[in-house]
Each structure stands twice: as structure tokens, then as C-alpha cells.
């Protein structure tokens, strides 16, 4: 990351080259879908695959499947947007 780079919104530039994401700052988990590091706030049962946790925006995609049941992770609250 570049000195002009700018900041992301979903974690905190600790200094010109060290990027947090939100999840590690927090102690919470992170997204488990690929290249996603925003804080996981979901647990989705699947039936046909391993149960995962994932951000809201995730969830809110794959929550729509037949069969996926979504529960909400203890103490997200303040995280859903």
C-alpha cells in the first residue's frame, strides 16, 4: 500500500505498509469466501457443504439458496450495516 493510497473503510492503516482488516482489530473472525476480509457475522448451515461464517454481504447472497439457514453470530450486533 502506497503513502497515497487511501485508507480502506473496512479495517485501519496501523502505518504507510501495515493494513488491519476490521475482523483481526475486533478479535472476530473474518469472511471465509475468498479475498473477502471484512468481519464475519453470520453462521450459514448449508446442507450440502461445511458450515461457514461470512460478512453480511456474503450472507445475504447465499442465504437465498433453498435449504441455507443463516444465524447470527453472538455479539455482531453493532456489526450488521
Do not use: Y
Request: hydrophobic share 40%.
Amino acid at each position: 500500500m502506497a503513502a497515497n493510497d487511501p485508507v480502506p473503510s473496512n479495517g485501519l492503516l496501523l502505518s504507510n505498509k501495515l493494513f488491519v482488516p476490521a475482523g483481526e482489530l475486533s478479535g472476530m473472525p473474518t469472511c471465509s469466501e475468498e479475498d473477502c476480509e471484512e468481519a464475519a457475522v453470520v453462521e450459514l448451515h448449508i446442507p450440502w457443504a461445511d458450515n461457514r461464517v461470512v460478512c453480511a454481504g456474503h450472507a445475504r447472497v447465499v442465504a437465498r439458496q433453498d435449504g441455507v439457514v443463516a444465524d447470527p453470530l453472538d455479539g455482531t450486533d453493532e456489526e450488521w450495516p
